[in-house]
């Protein structure tokens, strides 16, 4: 029984890669858009199907007030990540900004022990070393400034996810409910882009639109989905395979924006791929 949930939770994990990866499709396919634009139609698909779901299911705020801040965390840091993410998905090749948005899983790493107080051992530090140096791979810094200011952007994105990860875990130890938190982010993202919108709304098309809301439902159907993921089996045994969001953004880099990663971004990917893994055996070891 533990064996089937354990491929549940792969199953369920690989479908929120490939929903997260349709997701940075449909931005880039948005066309010219300010990426906080971008950021608030993608949260109000994912606000619209968070509220019926947790009506539907009579989902509540646990209130307890100390968890207010932690939403709130949670919220701001997730919001940096979105439009971070987004920034690079429009200037990166889409496997690029994909993958170093994937850099959330070290910096959880390092949040945890931040914030959580979670030791970390000497071989994770060095995993974690490892993976930045295969970021440096895509960024491929110079001895200006940086080859790619997007890529940096790119990598702040990951950032912010990593810590919104970091605070999605203590407000689940604090009893707060996903679908929940979900709402809760969705509605702070929404809240802080709105204002951007009523003084600096660039006029869309339908199609533009059609594939923000789009954008929208793949980011809630990837929420939901890891939250599933990780409901059937625990992080140690099925985090790797989150890392199977960059095949599919670079098969949908290459098929439908003719997009080819050059020979360096493709040694980054090895590396922190090859870190990741390295990171799921050693956590395995020592569970």
């Given amino acids: ?3 089937k949930r354990k491929y549940i939770g792969i199953f369920y994990i690989i479908v929120s890669a490939f929903f997260f990866a349709l997701m940075a499709m449909f931005v880039r396919l ?13 949260n109000l698909s994912s606000l619209i199907l968070a509220t019926v779901i947790i009506k539907k299911e009579g989902v509540k705020f646990s209130g307890k007030r100390e968890n207010l801040k932690y939403l709130f965390f949670r919220s701001a840091a997730g919001t940096v990540g979105i439009l971070s993410n987004f920034y690079a998905v429009d200037h990166l090749v889409l496997a690029d900004a994909s993958m170093l948005n994937k850099m959330s899983p070290f910096f959880a ?3 945890s022990y931040l914030i959580l107080k979670e030791k970390i051992r000497v071989p ?5 070393t490892g993976a930045f140096l295969g970021s440096l791979l895509i960024i491929k810094p110079t001895a200006a400034i940086f080859h790619s200011p997007a890529a940096l952007v790119g990598l702040l994105g990951g950032l912010g996810a990593g810590v919104a990860y970091t605070y999605v875990r203590v407000l689940g130890q604090r ?7 979900v709402f809760a982010f969705s509605a702070f993202s929404c809240a802080v882009t709105l204002p951007y919108l009523l003084f ?18 793949s980011a809630a159907g990837g929420q939901f989905s890891i939250t599933a993921a990780y409901f ?9 395979y989150d890392y199977s969001q960059i095949i599919f953004s670079a098969m949908l880099g290459f098929f439908v924006f003719g997009q080819i990663p050059d020979l360096l971004s493709w040694i980054g990917y090895v590396v922190i791929c090859s870190m ?7 956590n395995r070891k020592h569970a």
């Fill in 276 to 282: 990741a893994v390295l990171m799921f055996l050693y």
């Fill in 109 to 111: 790493i390092i949040f």
């Fill in 124 to 128: 994770q530090a060095m995993i974690v």
């Fill in 200 to 217: 600096s709304y660039h006029p869309m098309s339908r199609m533009q639109l059609f594939y923000l809301l789009l954008a929208g439902l």
């Fill in 1 to 3: 029984m533990q064996e």
């Fill in 175 to 181: 009893g707060e409910k996903g679908p929940f938190v």
């Fill in 30 to 42: 948005s066309g010219d858009l300010p990426s906080v634009q971008k950021s608030f139609f993608r």
């Fill in 232 to 240: 059937h089996a625990p992080a140690k045994e099925i985090s790797v």
